[in-house]
């Protein structure tokens, strides 16, 4: 089985924070790293989304070019994946030729289909900047919930999308005059026709509940998509419509493709080997873009002949002190200014996210209180305790083979057998906070196996079973080094390499053999 994973598109006019990693793209790598250790054939992709008004803004007050403005978070956003161990396979930029091209492929399919026309709009013009102003070069309040200080194109307190002409009380985001209208002919998407395709797909497809029920009620009201974005604008041209370009909302998700032909070009193979049905999609994404991915995408990919997504996971929002971390707000905790052990932070998001868009709040006493108390205590003490003794206590410093065995023997090692296939039903339905609870609740039996059979006596008074226990505890570790491998895989790895096996999803891979030197895993927060 094909395994295309994508985690949404972060915007480069910004630096990443925790809520990105723990809604996005550490659910995205740990689901990507067990179809790895699965041996299916994955592709974990993302890029950086470089355009739109948002980053035409910034590159203006910064007093620079928009394409080295992007260059420079493009970067940056690179960094701080690799700090926290995220492993794409591509990692492109929507400003890119990939891009470019399967935009206007999407484009002349979805034209080809009749699902464009041309209406013309009132365009909002500022008269004293004297130029057009889109989506983000308008401020005012949502027609929605009444936010104020929300741009033209949604609310980032309610996630619903409007049209600019539906923004109250709007004034231009440079200078904060009153707009006036001009008329522009603009290109228009046809989503309404797409009403009976997404009531059937709701219905049918493997979407996340809560999800679908809250996009349910947009359905009935589904307005045709204005696509068209009026110049000076950052993004790519429109054929044959002067000093026109597309909607950042709509070359945006189409860098999920770019991604992967970026990808195959360097690989080999093509991307409709991923995208036109050979492969299962799962789209790791936050829930501020439901309305995107839910219905503007999956109406595109549908009307270019590309597979629809199997999944989209959709997380909620991580607060700090009950406020949502957010760019706009300035209350966020930056990913290159965390100072923590990645594994860490990997496993306290990971404990407290469910499968589900409710909002998580994030407790600095907390992490470390699970880290230390969980992590370390339970898992890291499991490996260190004995491997150091059977290190130190058995002949060439191996891992012994099996001797004579106890009911309780038979037991332990039966539940250690059966672990990978209980958690591989979590992570496969992409209950990564249910499969990593399982994993640690065997760490704590584990432990306690450990401890009640006190190897450390039966080595006088019954080496035979203390040789089954020490191999039992030792399989153990392997086994559930697997398990917690896609969630904390700095640590594993260092396990597998005392091990000195490579880990697998398979408690009959597990081979006793000489161990290299034994270290401590963690060192606990202070």
């Known amino acids: ?75 940056r956003h690179a960094r701080d994946f690799a700090k926290f161990d995220v492993s794409f396979d591509s990692f492109h930029h929507t400003h890119s030729p990939e891009d470019e091209k399967a935009t206007l492929e999407f484009y002349g399919a979805i034209k ?29 309040t949502c027609p929605f919930c009444g936010a104020a200080e929300q741009y033209g194109d949604g609310c980032e307190k309610c996630g619903k999308t409007y049209q600019v002409r539906d923004l109250a009380d709007a004034k231009c985001a440079l200078c904060g005059t009153k707009p006036e209208t001009r008329p522009s002919n603009h290109l228009f998407f046809k989503l309404s026709s797409f009403k009976d395709f997404f009531t059937e797909w709701f219905a049918t497809a493997e979407l996340q509940k809560d999800v679908v029920n809250y996009v349910r009620n947009w359905v009935d009201a589904l307005e045709d998509w204005d696509i068209t974005r009026d110049g000076p604008y950052f993004g790519i041209p429109i054929p044959d419509r002067p000093n026109q370009y597309f909607y950042v909302w709509f070359d945006a998700p189409i860098g999920y493709v770019a991604s992967t032909a970026a990808w195959c070009n360097a690989n080999g193979g093509s991307a409709d080997d991923w995208w036109k049905g050979g492969a299962r999609i799962t789209h790791f994404i936050g829930k501020d873009i439901v309305y995107h991915h839910y219905l503007f995408w999956p109406a595109m990919l549908n009307a270019a002949g590309y597979a629809l997504p199997t999944r989209i996971p959709t997380r909620g929002h991580l607060q700090a002190e009950g406020e949502k971390m957010s760019k706009s707000r300035g209350n966020f905790i930056l990913l290159h200014d965390l100072d923590c052990d990645s594994d860490f932070v990997r496993y306290y998001l990971t404990c407290i996210t469910p499968n589900a868009a409710s909002d998580i709040n994030f407790s600095k006493s907390e992490l470390r209180e699970k880290a230390n108390k969980e992590l370390v205590d339970s898992y890291g003490n499991l490996v260190n305790r004995s491997l150091s003794f059977i290190k130190n206590k058995m002949p060439g410093g191996r891992v012994p083979e099996k001797g004579a065995s106890t009911p309780e023997d038979e037991a332990f090692e039966k539940e250690t057998d059966a672990l990978l296939g209980e958690v591989a039903a979590e992570y496969d339905a992409v209950e990564l906070k249910r499969a990593l609870e399982k994993a640690m609740a065997f760490s704590g039996r584990a432990n306690k196996y450990f401890n009640d059979r006190e190897p450390w006596k039966l080595l006088k008074e019954n080496p035979a079973q203390a040789q089954t226990v020490l191999h039992n505890t030792a399989k153990a570790i392997f086994v559930l080094s697997a398990a917690l491998s896609p969630i904390i895989p700095k640590a594993t790895a260092k396990t597998a390499e005392m091990l000195g096996c490579r880990l697998a999803w398979d408690a009959s891979a597990f081979k006793p053999g000489e161990l290299s030197e034994v270290k401590a895993l963690f060192a606990k927060i202070e």
């Open 112 to 140: 080809a289909k009749g699902l464009f026309y041309e209406k013309t709009i009132d365009q909002t013009h500022c008269p004293k900047c004297d130029r057009s102003l889109p989506d983000r070069y308008l401020k005012g």
């Open 1 to 75: 089985m094909k395994e295309l994973v994508t985690a949404a598109l972060p915007y480069a006019n910004g630096d990443l924070h925790l809520g990105h990693l723990m809604s996005t793209y550490l659910p995205a790598d740990a689901y990507s790293r067990y179809c790895r250790l699965r041996s299916r054939e994955t592709l974990f992709v993302c890029a950086t989304d470089e355009h739109g008004a948002p980053i035409q803004i910034k590159a203006e007050q910064a007093k620079t070019k928009p394409e080295d403005f992007v260059k420079k978070y493009r970067d």
